[in-house]
């Protein structure tokens, strides 16, 4: 059974910068899509950036040249680096693992997701 578990959340102010980090424990091995999706309230769940097996990586409109998606295969950790962080990034950030291809699939669609963790921008 694989596990995914995010931390790294919190509060800061706009034009802060937060890392979040999602651990994985279990059978990754044939995993090939990661990925960080954000919900926030009353909004539409939102695909915030992707990295496949290949190391390619895409990023929602809103994110673009602001957040960063790594990973660091030896600690099987998924890494999301955001700065200049916007009140409007607010929200509840899932990470993702998936064994298929990434393709714009929906956070259900993933065979893994993790619990959450909340970030909070103020102006």
């Known amino acids: 059974q694989t596990q995914l578990v995010e931390s790294g959340g919190g509060s800061v102010q706009a034009g802060g910068s937060l890392r979040l980090s999602c651990a994985a424990s279990?059978?990754?091995?044939?995993?090939?899509?990661r990925a960080w999706f954000r919900q926030a309230p009353g909004k539409e769940r939102e695909e915030v950036a992707t990295?496949?097996?290949?190391?390619?990586?895409t990023y929602g409109d809103s994110v673009k040249g602001r957040f960063t998606i790594s990973k660091d295969n030896a600690k099987n950790t998924l890494y999301l680096q955001m700065n200049s962080l916007k009140p409007e990034d607010t929200g509840t950030y899932y990470c993702a693992a998936s064994h298929k291809y990434c393709s714009g699939a929906d956070l259900d669609e993933y065979n893994y997701r993790g619990q959450g963790t909340q970030v909070t921008v103020s102006s």
């Open positions: 990295l496949d097996g290949d190391g390619a990586t």
């Open positions: 279990g059978y990754t091995y044939s995993i090939y899509c």
